[in-house]
């Protein structure tokens, strides 16, 4: 017996072959593996869970009876939560059951690559946590920038050498031995020394006239 290709292929000439009521038959998995070659093996457990738990015979009484696609959607939730199969397996698995009997016109050719390896999953975005109430949202190290202005560095002004304020230099007409005293600074020495000479002459000549009028006065009383 030739072997397909693809696993919905596969159910699809079982249905032909053997009808649409070996969907309710436990062995449903055996005839499976007589015509297809499950690649990845983890197909088989997954289609293997499935008609352990009867998802084909509820499946095909839904189709005839029922809201089918809504069953499906139900199903592919509880599988995935009770087995934690991965979601591609289990969608591709339940594509492959409705496509076998009808209900589903063609697989879905991306989920298929995705099967097959052809192509990357599609990755699941992954929800951030809420942020603290004292935390700060933050960029990622990654994308983030640094936002810190840098100020221009600010011109130092010249320093200008302050000229160092000259010294008193006694004038050749003062004395150089009477700076200590303020009183005596810019006192010319040959006028001290002249007016002290004159000072000490009129002392005497006062002295003289006063001792005269003296004796003058004395000699009159006699």
Request: hydrophobic share 30%.
């Amino acid at each position: 017996m030739a072997q397909e290709s693809h696993l919905h292929d596969a159910l699809k000439t079982i249905v032909a072959t053997f009808g649409d009521q070996l969907y309710n038959d436990p062995k449903l998995i055996n005839y499976i593996s007589d015509y297809y070659r499950f690649d990845p093996m983890a197909l088989y457990h997954v289609m293997k869970t499935l008609v352990h738990d009867g998802y084909p015979g509820r499946m095909l009484h839904e189709g005839k009876h029922g809201d089918w696609k809504l069953f499906v959607q139900q199903s592919m939730a509880k599988v995935q939560k009770q087995y934690g199969f991965a979601p591609s397996y289990v969608n591709y698995c339940f594509q492959s059951l409705a496509y076998g009997i009808g209900l589903y016109p063609q697989v879905n050719q991306r989920l298929l690559d995705e099967i097959e390896g052809r192509v990357a999953p599609i990755p699941i975005p992954i929800p951030s946590a809420p942020s603290g109430g004292n935390s700060s949202a933050a960029p990622s190290s990654s994308s983030k920038k640094n936002t810190t202005s840098q100020k221009p560095a600010t011109k130092r002004k010249p320093q200008t050498q302050t000229q160092p304020k000259p010294q008193w230099q006694p004038k050749p007409w003062q004395n150089p031995q009477n700076t200590a005293n303020p009183s005596q600074q810019g006192t010319p020495s040959s006028n001290l020394n002249g007016c002290s000479g004159c000072f000490d002459s009129m002392t005497n000549i006062y002295t003289v006239v006063i001792l005269i009028i003296w004796l003058l006065m004395q000699c009159s009383d006699f």
